[in-house]
T-cell receptor, first 112, second 112 residues
């Protein structure tokens, strides 16, 4: 069974440019998460979806970050415009019923 | 607020046992998790324990939970060089509404 798939794996962009990350969760998983992992830190939740509904986006910086999960499957996380401090790993995760949460390989962003 | 604490580094010799410790603050934790992160990779779910259990064993991994002291440990028997990675402790509780709260991770170095 395929795990959580993310793309791109690595991205280098100049500050003020936009960037988008895509996530395909494990088949049948209704809950999808985006986590942010800064260097040397544990992941922190950005947004959680139950099917297509964003049930917790309290930690998402809405001035520059946006996310969507159309049709309750794949999800996209966008940053516009990117800032130097956005350099981090963006992790997508999914679960069914929320007890066991599986992560993708992450999208590693460098803003220069 | 919710907090998960881990020591940052652990160094062991190949073949020895490794014990990684974690403390958490929220007594309403329902599940506690251990994830492994290798360089350049996402988080791999190693094991988890429900809060009404005090021990769980899975091959070389043993998880001990002391609910009274809010202390969780992961023991890796016969540690191998391939076990070198960062290990994250995480909790889920009713307050976090299905979201994981992570520690900063313990970097395990295994010396041959």
């Amino acid at each position: 069974e395929a795990g959580v798939v993310q793309s791109p794996r690595y991205k280098i962009i100049e500050k003020k440019q936009p960037v988008a990350f895509w996530c395909n969760p494990i088949s049948g998983h209704n809950t999808l998460y985006w986590y942010l992992q800064n260097l040397g830190q544990g992941p922190e939740l950005l947004i959680r979806y139950e099917n297509e509904e964003a049930v917790d986006d309290s930690q998402l910086p809405k001035d520059r970050f946006s996310a969507e999960r159309l049709k309750g499957v794949d999800s996209t996380l966008k940053i516009q415009p990117a800032e130097l401090g956005d350099s981090a790993v963006y992790l997508c995760a999914s679960s069914f019923s929320g007890n066991t949460i599986y992560f993708g390989e992450g999208s590693w962003l460098t803003v220069v | 607020g919710e907090d998960v604490e881990q020591s940052l580094f652990l160094s062991v010799r190949e073949g020895d046992s490794s014990v990684i410790n974690c403390t958490y603050t929220d007594s309403s934790s329902t599940y506690l998790y251990w994830y492994k992160q290798e360089p350049g990779a996402g988080l791999q779910l190693l094991t988890y324990i429900f809060s009404n259990m005090d021990m769980k064993q899975d091959q070389r991994l043993t998880v001990l939970l002391n609910k009274k002291d809010k202390h969780l440990s992961l023991r890796i028997a016969d540690t191998q060089t391939g076990d070198s990675a960062i290990y994250f402790c995480a909790e889920m509780n009713t307050g976090s509404q299905g979201n994981l709260i992570f520690g900063k991770g313990t970097k395990l170095s295994v010396k041959p």
